[in-house]
């Protein structure tokens, strides 16, 4: 039986949501992850360093007994940001980064920057302090067609912002094209990209070839298969500007089957059978310990993690539940289309 043991990743970008549907989801990550970086998009979303304090505290409840998970908080960025909070929030230790969306660019996003200029205190201070900035690359430009948002964000942006900040530290979250790879792969310093494990199995053709598919709606959208091929390439690189960011993001399915259906893909459960299976295929097994455990850690200045997981191949396929159930209803999970051997023991 072929098997692999790697340092116990993290997950650089993640969503638990709040109330039942955390409690129905945050097992499936702590299960395998030690820390995740918690995206701040509830309702109302997460802006103060009170908030994160209180978001914390109701993360770490839900926490299953015998687990032991470390969320990695983050403020919620908008035009009225006050740049002494988010420097405590650093200095206490809870705040690990402040994620931008722009205003309108996915699930919760309505409260936003519309104006960069106007969070620009927030970012020098962030600079000085060293304090990373994620971000939502893709533009809300109604003119700009949906697969080509980011590569605008990243000219019209987020070129701009760090030509401006070139101290900030931003991360590029979730990256889906070969411009974002090679706008990172060309940078010489302060920037490093998160890639999803769907964005690595899926293109645009799962959602949309022989009907509609809710549930491979995401944002940024899955792009066309050289984008794809250009994030297998950046992923299993072992370059450590691209670490893994799942994105699992739970909607319960009556809010993605539906005439307009939420964005998110729920990949918790089985993020690390999907992400050993791509790397086989791309025989990079060797450089999966750099993508999921190490080059993460090594951005956001943390140590790795100490403990393993040990991941084996099975003969027969390694199965999981079509849908959980949680407290808030069901959620669809992420379904790669093809047999998962690897599984974590
Ligand atoms: N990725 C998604 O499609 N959805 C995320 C928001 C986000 O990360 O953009 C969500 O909160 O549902
Ligand atoms: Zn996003
Ligand atoms: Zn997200």
């Given at each position: 039986?072929?098997?692999?043991?790697?340092?116990?990743?993290?997950?650089?970008?993640?969503?638990?949501?709040?109330?039942?549907?955390?409690?129905?989801?945050?097992?499936?990550?702590?299960?395998?992850?030690?820390?995740?970086?918690?995206?701040?998009?509830?309702?109302?979303?997460?802006?103060?360093?009170?908030?994160?304090?209180?978001?914390?505290?109701?993360?770490?409840?839900?926490?299953?007994?015998?687990?032991?998970?470390?969320?990695?908080?983050?403020?919620?960025?908008?035009?009225?940001?006050?740049?002494?909070?988010?420097?405590?929030?650093?200095?206490?230790?809870?705040?690990?980064?402040?994620?931008?969306?722009?205003?309108?660019?996915?699930?919760?996003?309505?409260?936003?920057?519309?104006?960069?200029?106007?969070?620009?205190?927030?970012?020098?201070?962030?600079?000085?302090?060293?304090?990373?900035?994620?971000?939502?690359?893709?533009?809300?430009?109604?003119?700009?067609?949906?697969?080509?948002?980011?590569?605008?964000?990243?000219?019209?942006?987020?070129?701009?912002?760090?030509?401006?900040?070139?101290?900030?530290?931003?991360?590029?979250?979730?990256?889906?094209?070969?411009?974002?790879?090679?706008?990172?792969?060309?940078?010489?310093?302060?920037?490093?990209?998160?890639?999803?494990?769907h964005h690595l199995i899926i293109n645009r053709n799962a959602i949309l070839v022989g009907g509609?598919?809710?549930?491979?709606?995401?944002?940024?959208?899955?792009?066309?298969?050289?984008?794809?091929?250009?994030?297998?390439?950046?992923?299993?690189?072992?370059?450590?500007?691209?670490?893994?960011?799942?994105?699992?993001?739970?909607?319960?399915?009556?809010?993605?089957?539906?005439?307009?259906?939420?964005?998110?893909?729920?990949?918790?459960?089985?993020?690390?059978?999907?992400?050993?299976?791509?790397?086989?295929?791309?025989?990079?097994?060797?450089?999966?310990?750099?993508?999921?455990?190490?080059?993460?850690?090594?951005?956001?200045?943390?140590?790795?993690?100490?403990?393993?997981?040990?991941?084996?191949?099975?003969?027969?396929?390694?199965?999981?539940?079509?849908?959980?159930?949680?407290?808030?209803?069901?959620?669809?999970?992420?379904?790669?289309?093809?047999?998962?051997?690897?599984?974590?023991?």
């Amino acid at each position: 039986m072929q098997s692999i043991t790697i340092r116990r990743p993290d997950d650089w970008h993640l969503h638990l949501r709040d109330g039942e549907m955390l409690k129905g989801v945050i097992g499936d990550t702590s299960r395998h992850f030690a820390r995740a970086i918690i995206m701040p998009n509830l309702v109302p979303p997460v802006v103060t360093t009170a908030d994160a304090a209180a978001y914390r505290e109701r993360i770490m409840a839900a926490v299953p007994a015998g687990d032991r998970f470390q969320p990695l908080m983050t403020l919620y960025l908008t035009e009225h940001t006050n740049p002494d909070d988010v420097e405590a929030g650093k200095a206490s230790g809870l705040i690990t980064a402040v994620k931008l969306y722009p205003a309108g660019a996915t699930t919760n996003s309505h409260g936003g920057v519309r104006d960069i200029e106007k969070a620009m205190p927030v970012l020098e201070r962030m600079a000085r302090i060293g304090l990373p900035l994620c971000v939502h690359g893709e533009v809300t430009t109604p003119e700009v067609d949906i697969f080509d948002r980011e590569a605008v964000f990243i000219d019209t942006v987020l070129e701009p912002l760090r030509k401006r900040l070139p101290e900030l530290k931003v991360t590029m979250e979730h990256v889906t094209t070969k411009d974002g790879i090679d706008y990172i792969s060309s940078s010489k310093a302060n920037l490093a990209g998160s890639i999803t494990t769907h964005h690595l199995i899926i293109n645009r053709n799962a959602i949309l070839v022989g009907g509609i598919k809710p549930h491979y709606y995401c944002l940024p959208v899955a792009k066309r298969e050289h984008h794809r091929l250009a994030l297998r390439a950046a992923a299993t690189s072992g370059d450590a500007r691209f670490f893994l960011g799942t994105d699992s993001a739970p909607h319960v399915d009556p809010l993605k089957e539906c005439a307009c259906g939420c964005a998110g893909i729920y990949t918790s459960i089985n993020t690390m059978s999907c992400l050993v299976h791509v790397f086989e295929e791309e025989n990079a097994l060797d450089r999966l310990e750099a993508f999921a455990s190490l080059s993460g850690p090594a951005w956001y200045g943390l140590p790795a993690n100490e403990d393993t997981i040990r991941l084996v191949r099975r003969e027969t396929p390694v199965t999981y539940p079509a849908k959980i159930e949680t407290g808030a209803g069901p959620v669809t999970v992420f379904d790669p289309m093809f047999p998962l051997h690897w599984d974590v023991v």
